[in-house]
């Protein structure tokens, strides 16, 4: 990122009322910019999200992070806790994030908590830091900091628990004043803890939930290092993001996810893993126009059984979305399309989809154009072109990875082969 230009410092205090004319820009945009993420963080208690936790260590005599383990939690937020169940049990409980993994490092406050301290909070001081370049356009940067008095942000290690501080900068599109990257640090750890830093970078993106757009945390890494040179880092994803209705405070029924689903006509099904399902895009995918969290829709194409029994049904409507879009340049420039199903529905019927794309059926890829290189097992199209050169292992659970010409076109008819996996078979919590 390129920093332009810098501010003053901003305090927001409950109560005053001034003439927005007579403000600096970058105020004014501020306090828009907190009401619009007031409203947002007011909805974010109507979701729950699969919360993939990849974690690394590093002793300072390694040259790397050496992964340790990947943990997988359904996760939503009430009031200022966050709240965690199993993938799967559809039961929500106030239990501790490290209730749910032994060793490594578990960390909490990503999926709401850091955003609602940082802007729904009076005592939060804001410094406007400058206009920056983001990700090929012009952001707002703005530094934060929360005392430790009002944090309320612990850190658990050696045996200890304590309060501490917090500062960091957030970064919101110039435009549309929509929250892109939160950045939260310890402001002086004590000593006692033995951590020299810890950082927690948030990114934010819109996702389709429903007949939603909905801003919600798309990703999260989380680095510690400690005095002694050792370091302890997560990597987090949210995806398969849907919306529930609670009935109590403390445990949740999760029924499924939709308006369509909210009615008690309609029965849940639980789709069973190692099921192979095709499915058939009805919405065109181009390079010019794709963008995260676009919505896409398709058909299933042929009834899918298990032992004679029909499970689902040929023409249930899959719905999903762009996950990710990434340009790359090795070994050829191109792009890495990353998409997700999250649900299927059939007359009386709902489910949700969790699967990983194993194929492009041969003489059914609609690409307009060849795509790089890869290395992968090429899929011919209609027109005996390579269309495709496969697809990569989900580099989040749940999802697929495409590698594509950097002017691509999927047309309606494109079909993917997915082959179903089981999120209800889980560790469950001792």
């Avoid at 900091?145 to 900068?169: D, E, F, K």
């Avoid at 510690?224 to 880092?233: H, I, P, Q």
């Amino acid at each position: 990122m390129r920093r332009v230009s810098a501010g003053a410092v901003l305090w927001f205090l409950a109560g005053i009322a001034v003439n927005a004319d007579d403000l600096p820009k970058e105020v004014v945009r501020l306090a828009r910019f907190k009401q619009a993420v007031r409203e947002t963080l007011s909805q974010i208690p109507n979701y729950t999200c699969l919360e993939s936790i990849q974690r690394y260590g590093f002793e300072h005599h390694g040259r790397a992070f050496q992964p340790l383990d990947t943990v997988q939690v359904e996760i939503s937020n009430l009031g200022d806790k966050e709240i965690l169940s199993w993938p799967g049990a559809r039961r929500f409980a106030e239990n501790s994030v490290s209730d749910f993994a032994a060793g490594g490092m578990m960390s909490s406050g990503v999926f709401a908590l850091h955003a609602r301290t940082v802007f729904l909070a009076d005592t939060t001081t804001i410094q406007y830091h400058g206009e920056e370049e983001f990700a090929g356009h012009m952001a707002s940067r703005y530094d934060f900091r929360v005392p430790q008095a009002w944090s309320g942000y612990q850190i658990h290690t050696n045996g200890l628990n304590v309060t501490v501080g917090t500062r960091g900068s957030f970064w919101i599109d110039a435009e549309s004043l929509e929250l892109l990257r939160l950045e939260v640090r310890a402001d002086d750890p004590p000593p006692s803890l033995g951590i020299e830093n810890h950082v927690t970078v948030i990114e934010y993106a819109r996702a389709r939930i429903g007949e939603a757009d909905v801003l919600l945390p798309q990703s999260a890494r989380v680095l510690t290092t400690r005095v002694s040179g050792d370091a302890l880092r997560n990597d987090i994803e949210f995806s398969h993001c849907r919306e529930f209705v609670a009935d109590s405070t403390i445990h949740f029924d999760i029924p499924a996810a939709s308006a369509v689903a909210a009615s008690p006509a309609v029965r849940q099904v639980d789709v069973p893993g190692g099921l192979t399902i095709t499915i058939e895009l009805q919405t065109a995918v181009d390079a010019a126009s794709a963008k995260v969290g676009q919505l896409l829709s398709g058909r299933v194409v042929d009834d899918v059984r298990r032992k004679g029994q029909l499970i689902v049904p040929k023409g249930a409507l899959a719905t999903g979305r762009i996950r990710s879009f990434s340009r790359v340049r090795s070994p050829e420039p191109g792009i890495e399309l990353t998409v997700e199903f999250e649900e299927l529905a059939w007359e009386g019927a709902h489910a949700q989809f969790y699967a990983e794309m194993q194929s492009v059926p041969a003489g059914d890829s609609l690409l307009a154009m060849p795509a790089i290189d890869g290395g992968l097992p090429t899929v011919p199209s209609s027109s005996g072109s390579a269309a495709m050169t496969g697809v990569a292992g989900p580099q989040i659970p749940g999802t697929a990875v495409l590698h594509l010409k950097t002017q691509f076109r999927l047309k309606p008819g494109f079909r993917m082969s997915w082959r179903t996996l089981e999120p209800n078979v889980r560790r469950r919590a001792k």
